[in-house]
């Protein structure tokens, strides 16, 4: 029941079509560019200047260290803070919550599934054995592919968006289900391509009420298959059950230690939102990272759509980065997060030796 009046808060609080305007977004950004192709040798490591922190996520922006800031003695369970939100123009004319113009010509139009719908890349998605790496996002369609896009990353993509009254925990609530979504994907692109396609990598995206899709596949053993998990300004716990706060957040706890030590990618980030009835997502951020033994780092920079990052943490391959902003506009921009998170995960993907 818990999950189920969260969900519907977080759709009501941010109507879907009203935020992000998908038919208007159907209907346009059908322009595109081509996907440049690897480098031909690696970038050297960038280093950090003196008051400044590299930030692997997106390693050519780093980040400068706010030392002046100092944060809450109970950091872990304060409320967030700037509350401010920037209008159009001082965020240099952005509108996050109408449709963005991108490129797309580099990837197919997007196709159904049985449950939601798919894109790949017009070349150059399959290895040499036929596996692709495939991204599963709940909660955004267009928006994602804009992302997907700019981060130049070759990737299906499977978005599944649902309405105001459905809930993604269904989606993923047995391995079964899970498992299902895979073989369509595989058994839909190998009928298109005229030869085997089958799943390499797999990683969970999501932005707002999608997360609860996430955190029921994250409690099924099938977890285990899932390589990366990308959580955009969507964690969300009960505040004031606080052993029902904590059962919720087990399972990214659980996966987000695995991915500080290496073993899997994990990219969480969040606004400065404060929700009157949930724990905001600063708050759930702050507990996954206090449960790993860290402290996230004051900073600032100017990031995507107006968005002013303000805090940092890195560990291994989990991340958490956290912006200003409390009003609709900035849980839209969070969406442009997408294409760093994306870019990262593609070059943890790269490092891997080729089955």
Request: aromatic share 8%.
């Amino acid at each position: 029941m818990r999950r189920a009046a969260l969900a519907v808060f977080l759709i009501g609080f941010f109507s879907l079509a009203g935020a992000l305007g998908w038919q208007a977004f159907q209907a346009r950004a059908r322009a595109a560019s081509v996907l440049p192709g690897p480098s031909a040798a690696p970038r050297p490591a960038p280093s950090a200047a003196p008051g400044e922190l590299v930030d692997p996520i997106s390693p050519g922006r780093p980040a400068r260290i706010d030392a002046a800031r100092a944060s809450s003695a109970d950091w872990v369970k304060a409320r967030p803070g700037f509350q401010a939100s920037r209008s159009s123009a001082a965020r240099g004319g952005a509108e996050p919550c109408a449709p963005q113009r991108v490129d797309t010509r580099a990837f197919e139009e997007w196709a159904p599934l049985s449950r939601g719908r798919y894109i790949t890349p017009k070349a150059n998605f399959l290895d040499a054995s036929g596996r692709f790496n495939l991204v599963i996002h709940l909660h955004g369609d267009d928006p994602v592919r804009r992302e997907l896009v700019r981060s130049e990353q070759r990737f299906v993509l499977l978005s599944i968006t649902l309405g105001p009254n459905q809930g993604y925990a269904p989606l993923f609530s047995s391995s079964r289900a899970y498992q299902a979504v895979i073989a369509e994907i595989e058994q839909t692109l190998s009928k298109r391509l005229g030869r085997s396609a089958r799943v390499r990598h797999v990683a969970l995206s999501a932005w707002s009420a999608g997360f609860v899709g996430v955190e029921a596949a994250l409690a099924q053993p099938v977890s285990r298959d899932v390589d990366g998990v990308i959580l955009i300004d969507g964690l969300h716990a009960p505040r004031r059950d606080r052993s029902a706060f904590e059962a919720q957040l087990k399972p990214f706890i659980d996966y987000a230690a695995r991915a500080a030590a290496g073993e899997r990618f994990m990219f969480v980030s969040h606004s400065s939102i404060d929700p009157p009835d949930f724990a905001s997502t600063t708050e759930c951020a702050h507990y996954l990272i206090a449960a790993l033994g860290g402290k996230p780092e004051p900073v600032r920079r100017e990031d995507a759509l107006g968005l002013e990052l303000v805090e940092y943490f890195s560990r291994g391959d989990f991340h958490v980065r956290g912006h200003a902003g409390n009003d609709k506009a900035d849980h839209c921009a969070e969406l442009a997060v997408l294409r760093d998170a994306y870019a990262a995960l593609g070059r943890r993907w790269a490092r891997e030796p080729k089955p």
